[in-house]
């Protein structure tokens, strides 16, 4: 797997739950953030691409939660892509780095499957495939 975007973030108070971790769902958070900052990395912009009729929507996750974020921590999001068909996958991984042992550590790993809707059909985006292009794992 070779990561072609990766963006740090930080856990704010109000995500955490009374456990004192990240409420799981903010992870999702995380992710689609991440996405969206890839996209304009892109040169896309989510919302322009809604105004023109093009929608990419997620149709399934697969989720794996490793080690519990926890108020201020810092972390890493790393993403890379991969098309087939219609689909485009994003396996997105967020790394927390540990100190007392000198390493990273994965801390949260997902797989998106996203499809496009244009003009309120499933269909492929010229768009979305010429922003992937160069960014796309074969």
Not at 95 to 113: D, G, H, L, S, T
Request: aromatic share 16%; glycine share 4%; charged share 30%.
């Amino acid at each position: 797997m070779k990561y072609v975007f990766e963006t740090e973030m930080e856990v704010r108070d109000y995500e955490c739950d009374i456990e004192g971790i990240v409420n799981n769902a903010n992870y999702l958070h995380y992710a689609e953030h991440t996405r969206h900052l890839f996209l304009q990395k892109c040169g896309l912009s989510f919302a322009e691409m809604h105004r023109r009729g093009i929608d990419a929507v997620v149709a399934r996750m697969k989720l794996e939660y490793k080690i519990p974020l926890q108020c201020d921590d810092k972390f890493i999001s790393r993403l890379w892509i991969e098309k087939d068909g219609f689909k485009y996958i994003f396996h997105q991984d967020f790394f927390k780095f540990f100190p007392e042992e000198q390493r990273e550590k994965m801390i949260f790993r997902a797989n998106v499957m996203l499809v496009c809707i244009v003009n309120g059909r499933l269909a492929e985006s010229t768009e979305y495939d010429e922003a992937f292009k160069p960014y796309i794992n074969e």
